[in-house]
T-cell receptor
Framework: AQSVTQPDIHITVSEGASLELRCNYSYGATPYLFWYVQSPGQGLQLLLKYFSGDTLVQGIKGFEAEFKRSQSSFNLRKPSVHWSDAAEYFCAVSGGGGYNKLIFGAGTRLAVHP | GAVVSQHPSWVICKSGTSVKIECRSLDFQATTMFWYRQFPKQSLMLMATSNEGSKATYEQGVEKDKFLINHASLTLSTLTVTSAHPEDSSFYIC???????????FGPGTRLTVL
């Protein structure tokens, strides 16, 4: 069965520090992978996505993620965190084609210390 | 481009009443729309998938008679929570996908509170 695991429920970093949010997926075929960010009481904003090609993808707001098939991972990174990055981050997987159902991870809540 | 709106953004209703939530794709035609439910501090759970002009496909455990979904046009889907109860209080989020892309565009969500 398809699943997404985000091992870290809550992460706190200092402003200016680097960030890595982990995501592992379970999917039988080549997955389509996404990272979304959600601010409190808001909908989801797409940060980046991986469909094929270069395994290092660049997204908005200075985020990047690397697809590692051997590790079934799609970790999100940012070299220098800003206070405005504090939010909930969701990793998601889709099988592509068909109706593209998204399976979400449990989310990682990021807090940023000044 | 690719903007999805939801209306209302929040609603409070009495137990036993029905509430309708609208999801619109503003600048593209959405062949498929999805409805998600999100409890506080939890992830999004897919409730159903709807395709324009056909019946929605509900996920296991979601009562189709309680959560009525209509996708009558390529830009509008509605979710009606019938005979709402306090346990239906949640954040409901829709997303829309056009036929040519593998990406869903999300609405801002609707917070439902049932008293």
């Amino acid at each position: 069965a398809q699943s997404v695991t985000q091992p870290d429920i809550h992460i706190t970093v200092s402003e200016g520090a680097s960030l890595e949010l982990r995501c592992n997926y379970s999917y039988g075929a080549t997955p389509y992978l996404f990272w979304y960010v959600q601010s409190p009481g808001q909908g989801l904003q797409l940060l980046l996505k991986y469909f094929s090609g270069d395994t290092l993808v660049q997204g908005i707001k200075g985020f990047e993620a690397e697809f590692k098939r051997s590790q079934s991972s799609f970790n999100l990174r940012k070299p220098s965190v800003h206070w405005s990055d504090a939010a909930e981050y969701f990793c998601a997987v889709s099988g592509g084609g068909g109706y593209n159902k998204l399976i979400f991870g449990a989310g990682t809540r990021l807090a940023v210390h000044p | 481009g690719a903007v999805v709106s939801q209306h209302p953004s929040w609603v409070i209703c009495k137990s036993g009443t029905s509430v309708k939530i609208e999801c619109r794709s503003l600048d593209f035609q959405a062949t498929t729309m999805f409805w998600y439910r999100q409890f506080p501090k939890q992830s999004l759970m897919l409730m159903a998938t709807s395709n324009e002009g056909s019946k929605a496909t509900y996920e296991q455990g979601v009562e189709k008679d309680k959560f009525l979904i209509n996708h009558a046009s390529l830009t509008l889907s509605t979710l009606t929570v019938t005979s709402a109860h306090p346990e239906d209080s949640s954040f409901y989020i829709c997303s829309a996908r056009d036929g040519g892309h593998n990406e869903q565009f999300f609405g801002p969500g609707t917070r439902l509170t049932v008293l």
